[in-house]
């Protein structure tokens, strides 16, 4: 099943809880919230105190996409302000296994990222222990990037892998994806799908989310 995940960064921040509403009423599943460091990442985003807030005002799972050094600290306040789902970068991650257990042990879902430059096959020995892998389409710092197309032969690499691995990760990529990408994600292997500036740049988040569903929905139903 493909699921729409608006990323709340392109999002009005003084009007979030409706944003989030709209997003909600369009389809959209899970919220993607990106956190960043200024280290990492050249930009500064939000962390525990805005997610608290929004942990009020949705039901839905809230998925939080670190990218910051040292992730392992802040696990804990994450998982305290109401994170379901929390991936951590490959290339911030010396001790990755250690991570993706702490994630677990804290009752949120693991799940590592990568960048547009980091091999897959990188994440072979990680994969059994991930309830998805992030697929990053844009080099992640900023909203509105455009899709990077080789992208797609990491999603393609990742089902192979979960097929000849008899495991079941789910698929998610963020980056660009867009009214004229959604379909080619969908059709390479996505399910978990990232949309922040097609979803929240213009004040219709609710019809957005949903063509950008429904586009998502044909491409799936066409490769079945
Ligand atoms: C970028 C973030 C993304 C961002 C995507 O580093 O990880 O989640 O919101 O924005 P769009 O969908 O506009 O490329
Ligand atoms: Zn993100």
Redesign the pocket.
Known sequence: MVELLP?I??ADFAHLADEVKAAEAGGGTVI?F?VMDGHF?PNLTIGPPVLASLRKVTKLPIDC?M?IENPDEFVESFAEAGADWMSVHYEACPHLHRTLQLIRHHGMEPAVVINPATAVDLLIPALEMVHHVLV?S?N??????SFIPYSLNKIRRLRELREELGLNYRIEV?????HDTIGLVVEAGADLL?????VFSDGRAEQNAHELLQAAQLAAAESA
């Open positions: 990323s960064l392109s993607h990106d990442v996409h990218m990053m844009v992640p710092g900023f909203g509105g990037q963020d980056g660009g994806v867009a990232v949309a922040g500036s097609a």
